[in-house]
Structures are given as C-alpha cells and as structure tokens.
C-alpha cells in the first residue's frame, strides 16, 4: 500500500517513514502542505497521514485540498493537540482517524493498515482464496496450512492480488500502490517480485500456481 506522510519535524519524519516503509508500505514523505498537495495531485494514495501544525498551509487545509482531488481517501491527522475539541474539529473537517502526538508506532501503522483496507470490498485482515491465507495484520502467509515465508514487500504485493482476486491487476496499479516517487521500477523488476511470490506460495511447485501472467494486462490471482 502506498502512504503520503506529511511531517515537518525531520526526526519523526524519518523514523515514522522508515517504520512504515519496514511493514510493507510504500511512503512518499513531505515537509509542508504545499509539497503534500504537489504529491497527492500527481500520485496515487491508498492513505494520507497528516501532521496538523504544517509550514505554508496547515494540515485541515491540506485536507479539505485532498478531499478536493480525491474525494474518498482515508485520511489521519496527527497532532500535538490533544483536547476534545481540536479532536472533534479534525474529524469535523474530514478526517477519518485521528492521532495524538506522542503516540506508538505499532499503534498509528496498525490505524493505517485499517485504513487501507476500507477501499476494498473484503475489509478483513485474514484473506483466504482456496488453500492460500494471508494475515496482514499478523504478517503470515499459509498454504494448505504450511506457513510461507515473505518479505514484507511480496506481502503487500500478494496482499493487493488476494483483495483483487479474480480481477486482472495491471503493472500500473502495482506501481501506484507499491513504489514511491523516488522512481519507478523496470517492469521486469515486477516481474521478478511475481515470480518470487509465485514460487513461494505453490511451495516449489508442489501445489498448483495460483498467480497467472495475462500477458500485455498483468497478473490474476485465482483457485487452481
């Protein structure tokens, strides 16, 4: 999943990016609301986590821009604030969760990874096509019950194939949900990633693949 982070204290900016980008997301990081706005109108977000107090334009200000451009977007404000009031007006003017600086961070990435999942029509963490299971929450993938190894990016990966399954997912769309601004990857690069998820999830090959190339769409997970 890719993730906007908009946060202009550089230590935090850092550390919260590096975790993030740790558990699997793609993060593409802002120091003010002018860059955020730049970023969110020329790419792809399945989340936005804004920082409340922003240099040129504060964070509701670079919200009600969001929801300008896309309309639908999970949105989470973070703040140093934390009285009841700055809370009810955060949510007021759009927001879909709200955080309070200091905060953990197991805690705001498991407020993401919810996030994300209410663009999906199965909004569960435990995704189960046939004998393949993936846990995002847990980070554990199963087939016919043997657990399978993934990194964290190939979970995601696999993770976008599950909610879509059936449904052809073009490279475009992996690239929008899964890689960041800092450049885009050959696609053969994705090839590679497939490849690996496939090998791995048909356990050397001693189940049925269940990850098919539609040649010039992309990839379909379906049952064998």
């Excluded at 399945?46 to 977007?73: H, Q, S």
């Excluded at 048909?202 to 990850?211: A, F, Q, T, V, Y």
Aim: hydrophobic share 45%; charged share 30%; net charge neutral.
């Amino acid at each position: 999943m890719r993730v906007l982070y908009v946060e202009d204290a550089f230590p935090l900016r850092d550390t919260v990016a590096l975790a993030l980008r740790k558990s699997g997301f793609a993060v593409d990081v802002a120091e003010d609301g002018e860059e955020g706005l730049f970023l969110f109108e020329n790419y792809q977000y399945d989340v936005a986590v804004l920082d409340v107090m922003l240099p040129k334009f504060d964070g509701l200000a670079l919200m009600k821009e969001i929801r300008r451009v896309a309309r639908y977007t999970p949105v989470l404000l973070l703040t140093a604030k934390g009285e009841l009031e700055d809370r009810v007006a955060g949510l007021d003017s759009g927001a879909d969760d709200y955080m309070v600086k200091p905060f953990a961070l197991d805690e705001l990435i498991s407020r993401i990874r919810a996030l994300s999942r209410r663009g999906f029509k199965n909004p569960s963490s435990v995704l189960r096509i046939s004998d393949l299971e993936v846990d995002t929450s847990a980070k554990t993938v199963k087939r016919a019950g043997e657990l399978v190894k993934l990194s964290a990016h190939e979970l995601a990966v696999l993770e976008i194939l599950m909610r879509k399954a059936g449904t052809v997912v073009s490279r475009s769309v992996i690239d929008q949900h899964f890689y960041e601004n800092s450049g885009l990857p050959m696609s053969n690069v994705i090839d590679v990633v497939i490849c690996s998820i496939r090998k791995k999830i048909s356990l050397n090959r001693s189940k049925p693949e269940m990850i098919h190339t539609r040649r010039g769409l992309g990839y379909v997970l379906q049952a064998e």
